[in-house]
């Protein structure tokens, strides 16, 4: 195997270890603590995927500042749609 695919198995791996951990946070936690957790463990597949599928990790200085500016617009818009959600 290349050093790529070796690479990419280690990410897939990674990615298969943050699914096992997701599973395990929602039986194990509850409440506040448990969002936390998949919220972050949710955040770290998010850029293990942009950094190596997408390969931003490739790319120079627009277009990573794009791609960071539109997970931040997300964040904006996922941020507004709880707080709406939670005023009802």
């Known amino acids: 195997m290349s050093a ?4 990419l198995a280690g990410v897939w791996g990674a ?3 943050l699914l096992s951990l997701t599973v395990g946070a929602s039986f194990l936690l509850t409440g506040a603590a ?4 998949s919220l972050g463990i949710a955040f770290a597949k998010a850029a293990l995927i942009f950094w190596f599928f997408m390969q931003l990790r490739g790319e ?5 500042v794009f791609a960071v500016g539109a997970s931040v617009w997300l964040l904006i818009l996922f941020g507004l749609a709880s707080i709406d959600y939670a005023t009802r």
């Open 4 to 7: 790529v695919q070796w690479r």
């Open 15 to 17: 990615l298969v270890a």
């Open 34 to 37: 448990s969002i936390v957790v």
């Open 60 to 64: 120079h200085g627009l277009i990573r």
